[in-house]
Protein backbone atom coordinates (compact mmCIF):
# COMPACT_ATOMS: atom_id res chain seq x y z
CA UNK A 1 0.00 0.00 0.00
CA UNK A 2 1.28 3.72 0.04
CA UNK A 3 3.49 4.84 2.06
CA UNK A 4 3.55 8.45 4.25
CA UNK A 5 2.73 11.25 2.58
CA UNK A 6 3.59 14.53 3.48
CA UNK A 7 2.68 18.28 1.53
CA UNK A 8 4.05 20.65 1.02
CA UNK A 9 7.47 19.04 -0.19
CA UNK A 10 9.10 22.29 -0.18
CA UNK A 11 7.96 25.77 1.87
CA UNK A 12 9.40 29.18 1.44
CA UNK A 13 7.84 31.61 3.87
CA UNK A 14 8.31 35.19 5.35
CA UNK A 15 9.42 35.42 8.50
CA UNK A 16 6.69 36.19 11.05
CA UNK A 17 3.87 34.57 8.65
CA UNK A 18 2.04 31.06 9.85
CA UNK A 19 2.23 27.89 7.75
CA UNK A 20 0.78 24.49 7.97
CA UNK A 21 2.25 21.33 7.47
CA UNK A 22 0.26 17.99 6.29
CA UNK A 23 0.66 14.31 7.01
CA UNK A 24 -1.04 11.79 5.28
CA UNK A 25 0.42 8.46 7.64
CA UNK A 26 -0.53 4.65 6.26
CA UNK A 27 -3.77 3.76 6.49
CA UNK A 28 -4.55 1.59 9.39
CA UNK A 29 -1.20 3.22 11.41
CA UNK A 30 -2.57 4.23 14.52
CA UNK A 31 0.19 6.50 15.88
CA UNK A 32 2.17 9.36 14.40
CA UNK A 33 5.14 10.98 15.04
CA UNK A 34 6.27 14.52 13.80
CA UNK A 35 10.22 15.28 14.08
CA UNK A 36 12.38 18.38 12.67
CA UNK A 37 15.68 17.73 11.40
CA UNK A 38 17.48 21.04 11.51
CA UNK A 39 21.70 21.65 10.75
CA UNK A 40 23.33 21.21 13.43
CA UNK A 41 20.28 19.64 15.85
CA UNK A 42 20.03 16.32 13.74
CA UNK A 43 16.61 14.71 14.15
CA UNK A 44 14.88 15.81 17.33
CA UNK A 45 11.14 14.61 18.18
CA UNK A 46 8.21 17.14 18.17
CA UNK A 47 5.21 15.75 19.21
CA UNK A 48 3.04 12.01 19.51
CA UNK A 49 -0.67 10.78 18.68
CA UNK A 50 -1.62 7.87 19.43
CA UNK A 51 -4.94 6.93 18.69
CA UNK A 52 -8.30 8.86 20.00
CA UNK A 53 -5.67 10.08 22.90
CA UNK A 54 -4.58 13.41 24.04
CA UNK A 55 -1.07 13.92 22.07
CA UNK A 56 1.93 13.72 23.88
CA UNK A 57 3.28 17.31 23.19
CA UNK A 58 6.58 17.08 25.27
CA UNK A 59 8.91 17.44 22.42
CA UNK A 60 7.54 21.12 20.85
CA UNK A 61 10.46 23.52 20.62
CA UNK A 62 7.68 26.63 21.77
CA UNK A 63 3.84 27.18 22.10
CA UNK A 64 4.59 28.42 18.42
CA UNK A 65 4.00 25.08 17.41
CA UNK A 66 0.80 23.17 17.73
CA UNK A 67 -0.43 19.68 15.35
CA UNK A 68 -3.64 18.25 15.35
CA UNK A 69 -4.71 14.90 13.94
CA UNK A 70 -8.40 14.74 12.56
CA UNK A 71 -10.57 11.47 12.92
CA UNK A 72 -7.35 9.66 13.75
CA UNK A 73 -5.81 10.04 10.70
CA UNK A 74 -4.63 12.84 8.85
CA UNK A 75 -2.34 15.29 11.14
CA UNK A 76 -1.35 19.05 10.60
CA UNK A 77 1.48 20.65 12.00
CA UNK A 78 1.38 24.61 12.46
CA UNK A 79 3.77 26.85 13.45
CA UNK A 80 3.04 30.05 13.60
CA UNK A 81 4.44 33.56 13.73
CA UNK A 82 7.48 31.61 11.89
CA UNK A 83 11.19 32.64 12.46
CA UNK A 84 14.39 32.23 10.89
CA UNK A 85 15.30 29.32 13.75
CA UNK A 86 12.28 27.22 12.56
CA UNK A 87 14.19 26.20 8.84
CA UNK A 88 14.10 22.54 8.61
CA UNK A 89 13.25 19.72 7.08
CA UNK A 90 9.67 18.32 8.81
CA UNK A 91 9.07 14.38 8.90
CA UNK A 92 6.37 12.67 9.50
CA UNK A 93 6.09 8.48 10.62
CA UNK A 94 3.41 6.79 11.34
CA UNK A 95 3.68 2.73 13.06
CA UNK A 96 1.14 0.37 13.96
CA UNK A 97 1.83 0.72 17.64
CA UNK A 98 4.45 2.25 19.91
CA UNK A 99 7.49 0.37 20.27
CA UNK A 100 7.08 -0.77 16.32
CA UNK A 101 8.96 0.34 13.13
CA UNK A 102 8.10 3.71 12.21
CA UNK A 103 7.65 4.42 8.67
CA UNK A 104 8.70 8.09 7.51
CA UNK A 105 7.61 10.31 4.83
CA UNK A 106 9.70 12.22 2.48
CA UNK A 107 9.24 15.46 4.62
CA UNK A 108 8.67 19.12 4.44
CA UNK A 109 11.44 20.94 3.83
CA UNK A 110 11.12 24.83 5.26
CA UNK A 111 12.71 28.05 4.27
CA UNK A 112 11.94 30.60 6.63
CA UNK A 113 13.19 33.81 5.07
CA UNK B 1 17.07 12.66 27.35
CA UNK B 2 18.74 9.73 26.26
CA UNK B 3 20.61 9.74 23.06
CA UNK B 4 22.22 7.40 20.28
CA UNK B 5 25.83 8.20 19.31
CA UNK B 6 27.25 6.87 16.07
CA UNK B 7 30.32 6.67 15.38
CA UNK B 8 32.42 7.38 13.51
CA UNK B 9 31.09 10.59 12.33
CA UNK B 10 32.02 9.12 8.64
CA UNK B 11 33.52 6.58 6.89
CA UNK B 12 34.64 6.29 3.23
CA UNK B 13 35.76 2.65 1.84
CA UNK B 14 35.75 0.85 -1.47
CA UNK B 15 33.38 -0.55 -3.13
CA UNK B 16 32.96 -4.67 -2.06
CA UNK B 17 34.34 -3.65 1.30
CA UNK B 18 32.11 -4.06 4.15
CA UNK B 19 31.45 -1.23 6.72
CA UNK B 20 30.73 -1.04 10.69
CA UNK B 21 28.83 1.66 12.07
CA UNK B 22 28.42 1.95 15.99
CA UNK B 23 26.01 3.17 18.05
CA UNK B 24 26.08 3.92 21.97
CA UNK B 25 22.75 5.08 23.74
CA UNK B 26 22.36 5.95 27.64
CA UNK B 27 19.78 4.48 29.14
CA UNK B 28 16.89 1.68 28.80
CA UNK B 29 15.00 1.21 25.44
CA UNK B 30 12.49 -0.81 24.06
CA UNK B 31 14.14 -1.21 21.10
CA UNK B 32 16.83 0.23 18.84
CA UNK B 33 16.13 1.17 15.01
CA UNK B 34 18.48 1.63 11.94
CA UNK B 35 17.78 4.29 9.54
CA UNK B 36 19.06 5.17 6.09
CA UNK B 37 18.87 8.46 4.53
CA UNK B 38 20.02 10.17 1.26
CA UNK B 39 20.05 13.56 0.09
CA UNK B 40 18.86 15.16 3.49
CA UNK B 41 15.77 13.44 2.90
CA UNK B 42 13.68 10.39 3.59
CA UNK B 43 14.49 8.00 6.39
CA UNK B 44 14.34 4.32 5.18
CA UNK B 45 13.75 1.93 8.04
CA UNK B 46 16.84 -0.71 8.32
CA UNK B 47 16.18 -3.14 11.34
CA UNK B 48 14.64 -2.90 14.17
CA UNK B 49 16.47 -4.61 17.16
CA UNK B 50 14.17 -5.46 20.47
CA UNK B 51 16.09 -5.30 23.67
CA UNK B 52 15.98 -9.03 24.53
CA UNK B 53 17.06 -9.69 21.44
CA UNK B 54 21.15 -9.69 20.01
CA UNK B 55 21.47 -9.96 16.76
CA UNK B 56 19.37 -9.55 13.56
CA UNK B 57 20.20 -10.28 9.66
CA UNK B 58 18.47 -8.58 6.33
CA UNK B 59 19.92 -9.31 3.37
CA UNK B 60 23.23 -7.41 3.66
CA UNK B 61 22.48 -6.00 6.95
CA UNK B 62 23.50 -7.36 10.38
CA UNK B 63 22.95 -5.61 13.45
CA UNK B 64 23.96 -6.73 17.31
CA UNK B 65 22.79 -5.31 20.58
CA UNK B 66 24.80 -5.55 23.54
CA UNK B 67 22.66 -3.99 25.90
CA UNK B 68 24.74 -4.53 29.11
CA UNK B 69 27.38 -2.06 27.09
CA UNK B 70 23.87 0.16 25.85
CA UNK B 71 25.76 -0.35 22.62
CA UNK B 72 24.86 -1.49 18.87
CA UNK B 73 26.07 -2.10 15.52
CA UNK B 74 25.23 -2.16 11.63
CA UNK B 75 27.41 -4.13 9.45
CA UNK B 76 27.33 -3.70 5.56
CA UNK B 77 28.74 -6.88 3.85
CA UNK B 78 29.98 -6.38 -0.15
CA UNK B 79 29.18 -2.81 0.03
CA UNK B 80 27.93 -1.26 -3.25
CA UNK B 81 27.63 2.43 -4.70
CA UNK B 82 24.12 3.04 -3.77
CA UNK B 83 24.89 2.40 -0.04
CA UNK B 84 26.58 5.64 -0.13
CA UNK B 85 24.32 7.73 2.62
CA UNK B 86 24.04 8.74 6.13
CA UNK B 87 22.76 6.20 8.58
CA UNK B 88 21.26 6.27 12.01
CA UNK B 89 20.11 4.93 14.92
CA UNK B 90 17.49 5.55 16.62
CA UNK B 91 16.22 4.49 20.34
CA UNK B 92 12.60 3.67 21.24
CA UNK B 93 11.89 4.04 25.07
CA UNK B 94 8.41 6.74 25.66
CA UNK B 95 8.66 9.34 23.58
CA UNK B 96 9.43 9.08 20.24
CA UNK B 97 12.54 8.24 18.48
CA UNK B 98 15.52 9.91 19.58
CA UNK B 99 18.24 9.68 17.02
CA UNK B 100 22.07 10.30 16.87
CA UNK B 101 23.45 12.73 14.56
CA UNK B 102 24.50 9.55 11.85
CA UNK B 103 27.09 8.20 10.18
CA UNK B 104 27.75 9.38 6.94
CA UNK B 105 28.89 6.55 4.30
CA UNK B 106 30.93 7.11 1.12
CA UNK B 107 31.35 3.90 -0.82
CA UNK B 108 33.81 4.59 -3.65
CA UNK B 109 33.92 2.65 -7.01
Known amino acids: GAGVSQSPSNKVTEKGKDVELRCDPI?????LYWYRQSLGQGLEFLIYFQGNSAPDKSGLPSDRFSAERTGGSVSTLTIQRTQQEDSAVYLCASTIGRGETQYFGPGTRLLVL | SQQGEEDPQALSIQEGENATMNCSYK?????LQWYRQNSGRGLVHLIL?????REKHSGRLRVTLDTSKKSSSLLITASRAADTASYFC?????????FGKGTHLIIQP
Open chain 2, 27 to 31: TSINN
Open chain 1, 27 to 31: SGHTA
Open chain 2, 90 to 98: ATDWADGLT
Open chain 2, 49 to 53: IRSNE
